[in-house]
């Protein structure tokens, strides 16, 4: 992650399907890469794409009026199945930022927020809400932890104290430490030789 998060204002891109698990969000033929680039045309492949290979303009992804949205909203479960981190990747790199769900996988939210996409959890009922008003633009404020529609909801979200310090400085867990190098080297001089040591 290189880009600070503080604010995500968009409309919705809504998937309503509970059970989305990582292989919809990038199915296992397109994980042989090592680079985060180029995944976003392969996120949801085989519901973007019909069995002869063209394009599905029924698919929530493919309809002009979702073009450049940055939220999904999806049905309850999101992200569950196998760990892969490519699933996070191809969602941002198709341009999204973040997942307003019931639930998110636990494993698919910590690959999430290490890789800049901000997962939402909600309320069953308010997602359903949401979902029927997706051309509402809403704002996710990251330091407030919440979710602000343009009726003036503010709908209240968990995000764990160092997961909110990584979105909004911009780094993930490596570039979080390695910024404190100097905090950490000045802690460790203080340290008497047993403690350094290990004795």
């Known amino acids: 992650m290189s880009t600070a998060i503080r604010h995500i204002r968009s409309a919705s891109v809504v998937l309503a399907q509970a059970n989305i698990d990582t292989d919809r969000i ?15 045309q392969h ?9 002869d290979g063209s394009v599905d303009p029924d698919f929530a992804l493919n309809r002009p ?3 450049g949205r940055s939220i999904l909203i999806a049905g309850r479960n999101f992200g569950c199945g196998s760990s892969r981190e490519h699933a996070p990747w191809a969602l941002v790199d198709a341009g999204l ?10 494993i698919f939210r910590a690959n999430a927020l290490k890789n800049g996409l901000v997962p939402v959890v909600l309320d069953e009922g308010t997602v359903q809400d949401l979902m029927r008003r ?19 909801e503010a709908h209240r979200f968990e ?11 911009g ?11 100097p905090d950490i080297t000045r802690y460790e001089t203080r340290q008497t030789p047993e403690f350094r040591h290990g004795f």
Request: net charge negative.
């Open 26 to 40: 990038i199915p296992a033929r397109f994980l042989s890469t090592t680079t985060r680039t180029g995944l976003g």
């Open 43 to 51: 996120a949801f492949a085989d519901w973007r794409k019909r069995s």
């Open 65 to 67: 009026q979702n073009a």
């Open 97 to 106: 930022r973040a997942v307003v769900s019931s639930q998110v996988a636990d």
């Open 134 to 152: 997706p051309d509402d633009v809403l704002e996710i404020d990251i330091a407030a932890g919440e979710l602000r529609t343009p009726a003036g």
């Open 159 to 169: 995000l764990d104290a160092f997961a909110r310090t990584c979105l909004l400085e």
């Open 171 to 181: 780094v993930d867990e490596l570039g979080y430490l390695l910024a404190r190098s």
